[in-house]
C-alpha cells in the first residue's frame, strides 16, 4: 500500500503550498466570528460608528481573501489530483504491459482495466477530496473548538456530549462500509468480464443461439453489483440524518442554555452570536470529514487492489550486467537441458529439452496438443525463464541480454493473429518505426498479402476494425507475417502462423519466404506440408522430445512423427 506514496512525492511541494493556503484561509475564516461578536457587543452597544465601520470592512477583506485563497487551493489540488491520476494510471499500465504471462492469465484482463481506470479514478477523487477539504476540516474542527472554548468555557462543555457521538457514529459506519467496497469492485470486475466476453463472444453466442443465456449471465452480475450498491447505499444513508440530528440536538442545548446565561447576565449577546457560529464551523467540518470518510472505504479497496498489481515482482528481469555476443555470430539458438514446469502442474510443460538451430536454418516443432510447443516458444521468447536449464542466442544465455535488446533479435508472428485499430501502415510499422513505404510493400509481397491489400480503395493507408474484424482469418495472419517480416531480425518464429491459410497460399508463402529471407526460421505448425521442407524437426510429445531430424529421416525413426503423418493422410514425397 505504500507504494502509492511514491507516485504523491513528485507533488509534495504543491501539496505543502495547498496545506499553508488552506491554513490561511482557515484562519481568516476562523477570525471573521470574533469581528461579528465585537461588532454587537462594542460597536452596537457603544453606538460606535467608526468601529462598526472598520470592523465591517475588516470582516469584507477577510472574506475577499478567503475566497481567493481557497480558489488558488482547489486549483492545485485539482492539479495535483489528475497529475496523480495520470501518473498512476501510467504505472499500471507500464506495470501490466511489463506482467509475466502467467500473473496475467492469474488476474484476467476484466480486473486489469477496472484497476487502471475504475480503481485509479476512486483514487484520484478521493486525493483531490483530501487536499481540499481533509487538510481544510480538521484545522477548522480545532481551531473552532479552541476558540469556541475561549468565548465561552461553560457552554463548551455541551461539545463533550456530542463530538463522541459523532465519532463513534462515523468509525462505526466506516468500519462496516469498507468490506462492502471491496466485494463491490469485485462485483464491478465480475460485471466487466461478462460484458467484455459477450462482445468479443456475440458471434458463438448467435451461431448456437444462446442470447437469452448471456442475457441470464448478465443479468446475475448486474443484479449482484446492484444488491451490494444497495447495501453499501443503506449503510451510508444512517449517516447524514443521524449527524443531521445530533447538530440540531446540539443548537438547540447552546441557544437554550445560552439564553440562560445572557438572561443572568454572565454572557453576552455577541459572544453568543460568535459561539454558534464556531459551533456551525465545527459541524461543518464534522460534516466534510463525513462525506470523505463515505468515499474513502471505496478507495482504500481501490488502493489494496491497485497495490496488488504494482507490488507483483517480475520473473523475468534485466540483468545487472549484460554480455555481449560475438559479431560472428548471427540467430544462432541452443537449447540445453530446458525443463519448464507451471505453478501447480503436476507435471513439467516441457521437460529435458536439447537442441541448436544454426544460423539461416529453417526448424519446425511438431507435435500433439498439449505437447508443451507454446511453451518452448515462449521459453524461446523469454515470456518466462526455463526452471532448469539454458538457452543460449549467439552463445550468450538469455538471462545475460537486456530484454529489449534480445526481442530487437526476433520477428514474431503469433499463433493468434493480432492487429490492431488504425491503418494497414500503422499495423506493420508498429515492428518497425523507420520502414519505408517500399519495404512495407515488400514485406506484403513476400507474405502473399499483396494482392487483397491492393484491392482495397486506399491500399496500405486502408483502416483496419479493432482487432482486424474486417479482414478474414487468414488475410489477418499475413499482415501479422508481413509485419515480423518489416523489422529484418536475426531470427524468425512463426507459431503456428500458417493455420488459416489454404494449401496453395501455404506453399507460396513458404517458398517466398525460403528463397527470399536468409534468417534463422523456427515454425510451430500442425500441418506436416508446412514443414516438410525444414532443415530439421523437433517432435514433441507430453513435454518431451521424441524425435530430431528431417522429414524423410523421421518417416523412417519417428512413430510419433509417423502416426502424426499418418492422420493427416500424407505419404512421403507429398508437398
Same mark, same amino acid.
Given at each position: ?59 469584507? &477583506? ?126 464491478? =470486475? ?78 453576552? &449577546? ?116 526455463? &526452471? ?8 550468450? =544465455? &538469455? ?177
Amino acid at each position: 500500500m505504500f507504494t502509492m506514496l511514491t507516485y504523491i512525492k513528485p507533488y509534495k511541494w504543491l501539496i505543502a503550498s495547498i496545506i499553508t493556503l488552506t491554513l490561511a484561509s482557515t484562519l481568516f475564516e476562523l477570525y471573521i466570528p470574533t469581528l461579528m461578536a465585537n461588532v454587537i457587543d462594542i460597536g452596537i452597544t457603544d453606538s460606535n460608528l467608526p468601529y462598526i465601520i472598520q470592523s465591517g470592512v475588516w470582516m469584507l &477583506v477577510l472574506s475577499m481573501l478567503t475566497i481567493l485563497v481557497t480558489i488558488v487551493s482547489i486549483y492545485l489540488s485539482s492539479k495535483v489530483a489528475t497529475g496523480f491520476g495520470r501518473d498512476l494510471r501510467r504505472a499500471l499500465f507500464v506495470k501490466v504491459e511489463n506482467l509475466p504471462i502467467e500473473t496475467l492469465n492469474s488476474f484476467g484482463p476484466a480486473t486489469l482495466i477496472t484497476r487502471t481506470t475504475n480503481d485509479s479514478k476512486q483514487v484520484q477523487d478521493v486525493l483531490s477530496l483530501i487536499l481540499g477539504t481533509v487538510t481544510r476540516a480538521p484545522l477548522m474542527l480545532i481551531g473552532g473548538i479552541i476558540l469556541a472554548i475561549n468565548r465561552e468555557p461553560k457552554l463548551s462543555l455541551i461539545f463533550l456530549a456530542a463530538l463522541p457521538i459523532l465519532i463513534f457514529l462515523i468509525v462505526g459506519v466506516m468500519k462496516k462500509a469498507i468490506p462492502l467496497f471491496e466485494v463491490l469492485q469485485t462485483k464491478t =470486475d465480475r460485471l466487466n468480464l461478462v460484458i467484455r466476453e459477450s462482445l468479443t463472444g456475440i458471434r458463438v453466442t448467435r451461431a448456437f443461439n444462446q442470447v437469452n443465456y448471456e442475457k441470464k449471465r448478465f443479468n446475475i452480475a448486474n443484479e449482484g453489483f446492484r444488491d451490494n450498491g444497495i447495501k453499501v447505499n443503506k449503510t451510508m444513508a444512517l449517516l447524514f440524518p443521524v449527524m443531521q440530528l445530533i447538530i440540531n440536538f446540539t443548537n438547540i442545548a447552546i441557544v437554550w442554555f445560552g439564553a440562560i446565561r445572557i438572561n443572568e447576565g454572565t454572557m453576552m &449577546v455577541g459572544n453568543m452570536m460568535a459561539f454558534l457560529q464556531y459551533a456551525l464551523m465545527i459541524f461543518m467540518a464534522f460534516i466534510m470529514l463525513s462525506i470523505a470518510f463515505m468515499k474513502l472505504p471505496r478507495a482504500l479497496a481501490s488502493v489494496k487492489r491497485i497495490s496488488e498489481v504494482l507490488e507483483v515482482e517480475a520473473i523475468v528481469k534485466d540483468p545487472k550486467e549484460t554480455r555481449e555476443s560475438s559479431k560472428n555470430k548471427s540467430g544462432f539458438i541452443q537449447l540445453k537441458n530446458v525443463t519448464y514446469r507451471y505453478e501447480g502442474a503436476e507435471r513439467a510443460a516441457v521437460e529435458n529439452i536439447s537442441f541448436k538451430v544454426c544460423q539461416g536454418q529453417t526448424t519446425a516443432i511438431i507435435g500433439g496438443t498439449g505437447s508443451g510447443k507454446t511453451t518452448l516458444i515462449q521459453l524461446i521468447l523469454r515470456f518466462f525463464d526455463p &526452471v532448469e536449464g539454458e538457452i543460449l542466442v549467439n552463445d550468450i =544465455d &538469455v538471462r545475460f541480454i537486456s530484454q529489449r535488446k534480445f526481442r530487437e533479435k526476433i520477428g514474431y508472428v503469433p499463433q493468434k493473429a493480432i492487429l490492431f485499430s488504425g491503418t494497414i501502415e500503422e499495423n506493420l510499422r508498429l515492428s518497425n518505426k523507420d520502414v519505408t513505404e517500399k519495404e512495407i510493400v515488400e514485406a506484403l509481397t513476400i507474405a502473399e498479402a499483396i494482392d487483397f491489400v491492393n484491392l482495397k480503395e486506399k491500399g496500405i493507408h486502408s483502416v483496419l476494425h479493432q482487432a482486424g474484424s474486417n479482414l478474414s482469418g487468414g488475410q489477418k495472419q499475413r499482415l501479422s507475417i508481413a509485419r515480423a517480416l518489416v523489422r529484418k531480425p536475426e531470427i524468425y518464429i512463426f507459431d503456428d502462423s500458417f493455420s488459416a491459410l489454404d494449401y496453395q497460399t501455404d506453399a507460396k508463402l513458404r517458398r517466398s519466404l525460403k528463397g527470399k529471407l536468409d534468417a534463422t526460421i523456427i515454425i510451430v505448425s500442425q500441418r506436416i506440408s508446412s514443414i516438410m521442407d525444414a532443415d530439421q524437426i523437433i517432435v514433441l510429445d507430453q513435454g518431451k522430445m521424441v524425435g530430431q531430424g528431417t522429414h524423410e529421416y523421421l518417416l523412417r525413426n519417428s512413430i510419433v512423427y509417423q502416426e502424426i503423418v499418418a492422420s493427416q493422410q500424407i505419404e512421403e514425397g507429398v508437398s
